[in-house]
């Protein structure tokens, strides 16, 4: 089969859609892995026993199953139990879930890195320690995090066509929507392999920057 650049015109309306749909799934979940990674992180560093050991066993049992199965089970199990939530949100909130079990980890050697005496020199000006978290801790400890954050957001753009799985309309969906319609699969999948590259290649010159920034602010 020979490759058709009018059919590529024809079919780049649904790809460059699919792609804006892929670019927010990992935008959103991204924001939820970060937000959620911070708060597993914290508990298992700072909450009573109980809820430290409990907040661990989740992590542990997340990071140990694959992301499809925790997509099926947000999108096709939840509803038996009246959870009904559309593709989109339950492919954020999976993909969400799924990271911040990998975030907690860069938060937690983030924020041991910070020295013991900033937590000192906090509790000698009588901060609490919800204060001492927002105002001494996290500002000192997320910075050099920001590169090795911004690797899990490559690697979630790259995880985002599993999504088709629950019937979101990103790339991939929409690439194969088009295929099986046509009968013509060269092209929807080699432009999905080009979009994906040069996605990525865009993404790594800014984890680059990132590395190069913040080396440069250790080094000060």
């Known amino acids: 089969m020979e490759w058709d650049w009018n059919f590529v ?9 699919g792609l804006k749909i892929t670019i927010i799934a990992t935008i959103l979940g991204a ?7 911070l708060v597993f992180a914290i508990l298992r560093m700072s909450a009573p026993k109980p809820i430290a050991r409990t907040t661990s066993f989740i992590v542990e049992f997340i990071r140990g199953t694959p992301l499809l199965v925790q997509l099926y089970f947000i999108f096709y199990v939840l509803p038996d139990i009246g959870i009904r ?22 938060y937690r050697a983030g924020i041991e890195n910070v020295s013991r005496g900033q937590w000192e020199a906090a509790k000698a000006t009588n901060l609490t320690e919800r204060q001492s978290w927002i105002h001494v801790i996290l500002p000192q400890a997320i910075p050099p995090m920001i590169p090795a954050l911004a690797n899990y957001l490559i690697a979630m753009f790259k995880e ?22 046509s009968y013509r699969y ?9 979009f994906f ?8 010159v800014f ?12 080094e000060r």
């Open 31 to 37: 924001i939820v892995a970060a937000v959620i990674g």
């Open 197 to 204: 590259l040069v996605m990525s290649l865009i993404s790594v």
């Open 160 to 181: 985002t066509p599993l999504l088709s799985a629950i019937t979101v309309l990103e790339l991939m969906n929409q690439a194969k929507s088009v295929a099986n319609s």
């Open 9 to 17: 015109r024809e079919i780049m309306p649904a790809l460059l859609q």
């Open 186 to 194: 060269i092209e929807p999948m080699t432009m999905v392999g080009v």
């Open 85 to 106: 939530l559309p593709a989109l949100t339950a492919g954020v909130i999976g993909l969400g879930l799924h990271y911040a079990t990998y975030t907690a980890e860069v």
């Open 207 to 218: 984890l680059r920057w990132l590395e190069e920034r913040y080396a440069r602010v250790d």
